[in-house]
Nanobody, 130 residues
Framework: QVQLVESGGGLVQPGGSLRLSCTAS????????IGWFRQAPGKEREGVSC????????HYADSVKGRFTISKDNAKNTVYLQMNDLKPEDTGVYFC???????????????????????WGQGTQVTVSS
């Protein structure tokens, strides 16, 4: 059974840092594209970052470039999102996601929309507030 579990969210002051984790079970992440999305109250889910490590590719939303870093540890079957210099507008529920197939073009050329993905985690809450 495919499962994605996010962790690492919490309450942090502006300028602070958090590292989110997304651990997969039921399949191995090594050839998959993995995406991070977030959703703030009353807003649509938006793409934050993606990684296709087999191709050495990462993409970031303009709003997080230079502050967030996506990485993957194949040995732990886990993807991370290191978030630095957090701002109140980063507040939301963060989700990790993978497409149905490891052989598709997700994340190769752009930050994909949510419709390119298939499996989703339950999300972890990030709140940036003083």
């Amino acid at each position: 059974q495919v499962q994605l579990v996010e962790s690492g969210g919490g309450l942090v002051q502006p300028g602070g840092s958090l590292r989110l984790s997304c651990t997969a079970s039921g399949f191995t992440l090594d050839r998959y594209a993995i995406g991070w999305f977030r959703q703030a109250p009353g807003k649509e889910r938006e793409g934050v970052s993606c990684i296709k490590s087999s191709a050495g590719i990462t993409h970031y939303a303009d709003s997080v470039k230079g502050r967030f870093t996506i990485s993957k540890d194949n040995a732990k079957n886990t993807v991370y999102l290191q978030m630095n210099d957090l701002k109140p507008e980063d507040t939301g529920v963060y989700f990790c996601t993978v497409p149905l197939s490891s052989y598709d073009a997700t994340c190769l050329s752009r930050l994909p929309p949510s419709s390119d993905y298939y499996y989703w985690g339950q999300g972890t809450q990030v709140t940036v507030s003083s």
